[in-house]
């Protein structure tokens, strides 16, 4: 009955009797025990761990199964435990501010992991391929993790925190390790990733940001399952890549507080449907949704004045887009390989670069196309292979069409050019347009359009009178001012401009071919009767001398325009007596009496007036105003020009 028990102590006689001590140092105060038997390494001391040269060997890695941390160590230093198959748990006290590179890598046995409260920096690769690893408790401190950290850690555990504290992440943290997990960002700044890569591939399966977050930097979700996320108000910018290839990802709500996003934020993403961006965004980034493929609605600010290269390329699903007016600039393939059945460019845009709508998809564009009269040039192959394009006008300042710009548009029926001179065009720039296609060009132009290579093979016809009205300036609600060129025409004796209000005829002016102004006439009030009714005028001037006085002619004409009544009438700048405008300034009405002009009288007449000594307004090129008297032409401001 004893035998049992005798060789029960016989085997523990027998490993106590093979079982070592290891002891030594690992810093200048730190020493260390390992015990061959129980596999247990004990650190005791203080200060930083310079080596690992007391368990390095492989003899003393393979019984390595457990550290205990019993001292005031402040660092793991590098390699510290690397390979060491057998380690299965590693508690470190909190005094410890850093583990170095390496420290863990290969340690595939390693379950759990407490880095205790004060690490604030782990190095590259520092759990590397440690395969088993289901728990890490890092401390709330933590500022910088380095690239691939957990690199093939395929079981830590379902959820990651990261704390507020964090300020740098290497590249690759996690990649490659699995699905289903879920991170939680809680970090509040962070600069942008150095490399291409934040958390990794194919390890999250959902990202949350908590309510504190100001930044997402460049490439953090790169992979995330998410099919929607939610970013909080307190986000205000948005790193390049961001959210790159989040192929799952339907929806997210960018808040009104993002001004900035960085580029290719959300390329890839195949399964983005909708994207409204902030109105205080104030630039769009390059390949901002680059193959979106189901994309079909996108709101963009109306601050923005460039759209720039591969934008909204290839989203092929994208057939509608407003781009607001402001914008100047289209870059490169900003629109290629999408739907769009529908293209209003805006007024302000001078810039279209190469392949900016090319190959719309299944060939579905526009019937109808207009580059307004402020769009100076475009790129190669702008508007190439629009299948169901018809109808092309062109405005009156473009100066070059890029080769094959037009190329592949089999459609095209008509070509409305309003530019005085040809446009710079090459060889191919029309490559694919039937030459039966009308060129409706100027009157005066139609000569150097059949004089002009590739040009002159279309059908050139000049346009009707009614059509140069049409290519009138556009004033935008808010402005005061619009610029206009008038054609230089050798055989006018006068020109006349109208401007229109909602469709019809507001203000006429006729202008001399030197530019003077020689009359101007507005819509008249409608009458409520037949009965003879008078009218009031009220005019504005500024640029007057102070205290002077001035004079004005109104003339009534018959159906030939010749003179029925003049009358002659004055007003005064402020401080003469007269009747001044309740709204102040320099805004006047006339000042009665009007004086009645009787064309037969002389100029001795008492009653008569001699018109001669009043000063003609003349209009020159570019707005200028000039007063034309018999003793010289003046400025605004009375400066003698000649």
């Given at each position: 009955m004893y035998k049992p028990l005798l060789a029960a102590l016989a085997l523990i006689v027998s490993v106590n009797i093979f079982a070592t001590v290891y002891t030594g140092t690992c810093g200048p105060e730190l020493n260390y025990s390992l015990d061959s038997?129980?596999?247990?390494?004990?650190?005791?001391?203080?200060?930083?761990?310079?080596?690992?040269?007391?368990?390095?060997?492989?003899?003393?890695?393979?019984?390595?199964?457990k550290v205990v941390c019993d001292a005031n160590m402040t660092s793991v230093c590098a390699n510290a435990f690397h390979g060491c198959y057998r380690l299965q748990t590693v508690t470190l006290n909190d005094?410890?501010?850093?583990?170095?590179?390496?420290?863990?890598?290969?340690?595939?046995?390693?379950?759990?992991?407490?880095?205790?409260?004060?690490?604030?920096?782990?190095?590259?690769?520092?759990?590397?391929?440690?395969?088993?690893?289901?728990?890490?408790?890092?401390?709330?401190?933590?500022?910088?993790?380095?690239?691939?950290?957990?690199?093939?850690?395929?079981?830590?555990?379902?959820?990651?925190?990261?704390?507020?504290?964090?300020?740098?992440?290497?590249?690759?943290?996690?990649?490659?390790?699995?699905?289903?997990?879920?991170?939680?960002?809680?970090?509040?700044?962070?600069?942008?990733?150095?490399?291409?890569?934040?958390?990794?591939?194919?390890?999250?399966?959902?990202?949350?940001?908590?309510?504190?977050?100001?930044?997402?930097?460049?490439?953090?979700?790169?992979?995330?399952?998410?099919?929607?996320?939610?970013?909080?108000?307190?986000?205000?910018?948005?790193?390049?890549?961001?959210?790159?290839?989040?192929s799952y990802l339907k929806k997210i709500n960018i808040p009104a507080s993002v001004t900035s996003i960085g580029s290719s934020a959300f390329s890839g993403c195949k399964s983005l449907e909708q994207l409204v961006l902030p109105s205080?965004?104030?630039?769009?980034?390059?390949?901002?949704?680059?193959?979106?493929?189901?994309?079909?609605?996108?709101?963009?600010?109306?601050?923005?004045?460039?759209?720039?290269?591969?934008?909204?390329?290839?989203?092929?699903?994208?057939?509608?887009?407003?781009?607001?007016?402001?914008?100047?600039?289209?870059?490169?393939?900003?629109?290629?390989?999408?739907?769009?059945?529908?293209?209003?460019?805006?007024?302000?845009?001078?810039?279209?670069?190469?392949?900016?709508?090319?190959?719309?998809?299944?060939?579905?564009?526009?019937?109808?196309?207009?580059?307004?009269?402020?769009?100076?040039?475009?790129?190669?192959?702008?508007?190439?292979?629009?299948?169901?394009?018809?109808?092309?006008?062109?405005?009156?300042?473009?100066?070059?069409?890029?080769?094959?710009?037009?190329?592949g548009d089999s459609a095209i029926n008509q070509i409305t050019c309003y530019a005085a001179q040809p446009p710079m065009v090459y060889d191919q720039t029309f490559a694919g347009v039937p030459d039966t296609a009308v060129l409706r060009v100027l009157p005066a132009s139609v000569s150097a359009y059949k004089s002009t290579q590739y040009w002159s093979r279309f059908r050139i016809v000049a346009m009707d009178a009614d059509e140069y009205i049409q290519n009138k300036v556009t004033v935008d609600a808010g402005e005061t001012t619009a610029d206009f060129t008038w054609p230089t025409d050798s055989a006018a004796h006068s020109y006349q401009i109208d401007i229109?209000?909602?469709?019809?005829?507001?203000?006429?002016?006729?202008?001399?071919?030197?530019?003077?102004?020689?009359?101007?006439?507005?819509?008249?009030?409608?009458?409520?009767?037949?009965?003879?009714?008078?009218?009031?005028?009220?005019?504005?001037?500024?640029?007057?001398?102070?205290?002077?006085r001035y004079n004005y002619v109104l003339s009534t004409l018959d159906a030939d325009d010749k003179p029925l009544h003049v009358y002659i009438g004055d007003f005064a700048t402020t401080g003469y007596e007269g009747e001044l405008d309740p709204n102040g300034g320099n805004e006047v009405v006339p000042t009665p009496p009007i004086i009645p002009y009787n064309p037969e009288a002389t100029p001795t007449d008492d009653n008569a007036v001699n018109t001669s000594a009043i000063p003609a307004l003349r209009l020159m090129h570019g707005g200028r105003l000039l007063f034309v008297t018999p003793s010289g032409t003046y400025d605004i401001t009375g400066k003698r020009i000649e």
């Open positions: 038997g129980t596999g247990v390494l004990t650190i005791t001391g203080r200060g930083a761990m310079t080596n690992a040269s007391g368990w390095e060997g492989y003899d003393k890695r393979d019984v390595l199964k005094s410890v501010e850093s583990v170095g590179a390496y420290a863990f890598q290969e340690c595939t046995a390693l379950t759990y992991c407490d880095l205790g409260k004060g690490v604030k920096t782990i190095g590259d690769m520092a759990f590397m391929h440690c395969t088993e690893l289901r728990k890490i408790r890092w401390s709330d401190c933590l500022e910088t993790i380095g690239s691939m950290v957990f690199y093939e850690c395929e079981n830590v555990g379902d959820t990651v925190f990261f704390p507020k504290t964090l300020k740098k992440i290497g590249s690759n943290l996690f990649s490659y390790n699995g699905s289903g997990k879920v991170a939680v960002w809680n970090v509040k700044r962070m600069g942008d990733f150095t490399q291409t890569s934040g958390l990794g591939q194919y390890q999250f399966n959902r990202i949350i940001f908590g309510d504190s977050v100001e930044y997402i930097p460049a490439y953090l979700a790169i992979y995330v399952g998410n099919d929607s996320i939610h970013l909080p108000e307190t986000v205000t910018g948005i790193g390049r890549g961001a959210f790159m290839s989040c205080g965004l104030k630039e769009i980034p390059e390949s901002l949704c680059n193959q979106c493929l189901v994309l079909d609605s996108v709101k963009l600010p109306e601050g923005i004045t460039v759209i720039p290269t591969q934008a909204f390329s290839g989203c092929k699903s994208l057939k509608r887009i407003r781009i607001p007016n402001g914008v100047t600039n289209i870059g490169n393939m900003a629109f290629s390989n999408c739907s769009l059945d529908t293209l209003v460019l805006p007024s302000s845009l001078t810039i279209l670069g190469d392949k900016v709508f090319i190959n719309p998809v299944n060939y579905v564009s526009p019937k109808e196309l207009v580059l307004n009269e402020k769009l100076i040039a475009t790129g190669m192959e702008t508007f190439a292979n629009w299948r169901t394009l018809q109808k092309v006008t062109i405005g009156k300042n473009v100066a070059i069409l890029g080769q094959s710009c037009f190329a229109y209000k909602d469709g019809t005829v507001f203000c006429r002016l006729t202008l001399g071919s030197r530019g003077q102004l020689l009359g101007i006439a507005f819509a008249a009030p409608a009458r409520e009767n037949t009965d003879e009714q008078p009218y009031t005028l009220t005019f504005k001037v500024t640029g007057l001398d102070p205290a002077s």
